[in-house]
């Protein structure tokens, strides 16, 4: 059973530069996550889907940031344009809700951005 | 409202116990822990409902406290795979997943 994918793993460009970051969740899971993690902020939620509906992007930093879920099996992060302090490792990450249980979430292995 | 974890740091040798506390000031629906590997991406270890219930797999329990919106980490006879961060993440009803700083074990031989 396949993960969470993300891509890219890795991703070099220099500051001015739009980023789009992607992510396919695992299937049957209604809920994606999209968390920024570096050593100063630690894991910061972004923002979250439910059914492709966004639901709370109060985390999203800047105008710069966007995300879009076209479909159940794709989300992208976009930032437009990128700066130097946008560096970090990207997650996303997917769950369902059974009833009133939350389920685990389950993270793609991210992608480690460093904008020059 | 980012939950707060303590300690920060722990180092343990084989064998030892440690506790990770997590507190939060808002009122919880669950508790979800998570460990990350350097490198690697968080991994689910167990997740609490409000309740008072206690969990655990192989040496690895957790319990939480609802009134006192606090959630405990026991790691017991720590083997040398359980070094890496480890991560609260609380939920107040919203299925929004707001994570601690993290708590760093390294476990030596």
């Known amino acids: 059973d396949a993960g969470v994918i993300q891509s890219p793993r890795h991703e070099v460009t220099e500051m001015g530069q739009e980023v789009t970051l992607r992510c396919k969740p695992i299937s049957g899971h209604d809920y994606l996550f999209w968390y920024r993690q570096t050593m100063m902020r630690g894991l910061e939620l972004l923002i979250y889907f439910n059914n492709n509906v966004p639901i709370d992007d109060s985390g999203m930093p800047e105008d710069r940031f966007s995300a879009k879920m076209p479909n159940a099996s794709f989300s992208t992060l976009k930032i437009q344009p990128s700066e130097p302090r946008d560096s970090a490792v990207y997650f996303c990450a997917s769950s369902h809700k059974s009833g009133v249980s939350n389920q685990p979430q389950h993270f793609g292995d991210g992608t480690r951005l460093s904008i020059l | 409202q980012q939950p707060v974890q303590s300690p920060q740091a722990v180092i343990l040798r084989e064998g030892e116990d440690a506790v990770i506390n997590c507190s939060s000031s808002k009122a919880l629906y669950s508790v979800h822990w998570y460990r990350q590997k350097h490198g690697e991406a968080p991994v689910f270890l167990m997740i609490?409902?409000?309740?008072?219930e206690q969990k655990g797999h192989d040496k690895i329990s957790a319990s939480f406290n609802e009134k006192k919106q606090q959630s405990s980490l026991y790691l017991t006879a720590s083997q040398l795979s359980y070094s890496g961060t480890y991560f609260c993440?609380?939920?107040?009803?919203?299925?929004?997943?707001?994570f601690g700083a993290g708590t760093r074990l390294t476990v030596k031989p």
């Open positions: 993440g609380t939920e107040e009803g919203n299925n929004d997943m707001r």
């Open positions: 609490l409902l409000k309740g008072g």
